[in-house]
């Protein structure tokens, strides 16, 4: 079993800048993918970023390209999400996820088996 943790949600403006954590912690072999999605109100889940955790391979959605940057550290087991140019509509709670079958399909959130509890960010006007 994997689990998840998620940390660094809060308020920003925005224009601000938020860096998002999540740290896996279980039994991990092999390749994998760790990913971020997020869920507004009212609206469905959507793909935000993804890191293959041997070769370090990312993938963007295009509303998160030229302003996330996804990183990981495997020492501890940790991947990141920087945020920069914060806009109202990145306004959602952001969730962590992992999973082997994700390193051919990142983007697809059927993909991931293990899921966090989700962090807030929320960027006001």
């Known amino acids: 079993q994997v689990q998840l943790v998620e940390s660094g949600g809060g308020l920003v403006q925005a224009g601000g800048s938020l860096r998002l954590s999540c740290t896996a912690s279980?039994?991990?072999?092999?390749?994998?993918?760790m990913g971020w999605f997020r869920q507004a109100p009212g609206k469905e889940r959507e793909f935000v970023a993804a890191?293959?955790?041997?070769?370090?391979?990312?993938t963007y959605a295009d509303s998160a390209k030229g302003r996330f940057t996804i990183s990981r550290d495997n020492a501890k087991n940790t991947q990141y999400l920087q945020m920069n140019s914060l806009k109202p509509e990145d306004t959602a709670l952001y969730y962590c996820?992992?999973?082997?079958?994700?390193?051919?399909?990142?983007?697809?959130?059927?993909?991931?088996?293990?899921w966090g509890q989700g962090t807030q960010v929320t960027v006001s006007s």
């Open positions: 996820a992992a999973g082997y079958a994700a390193v051919a399909r990142p983007a697809e959130g059927k993909q991931y088996s293990y």
């Open positions: 890191i293959t955790w041997r070769g370090g391979s990312t």
């Open positions: 279980g039994r991990i072999f092999g390749d994998y993918a």
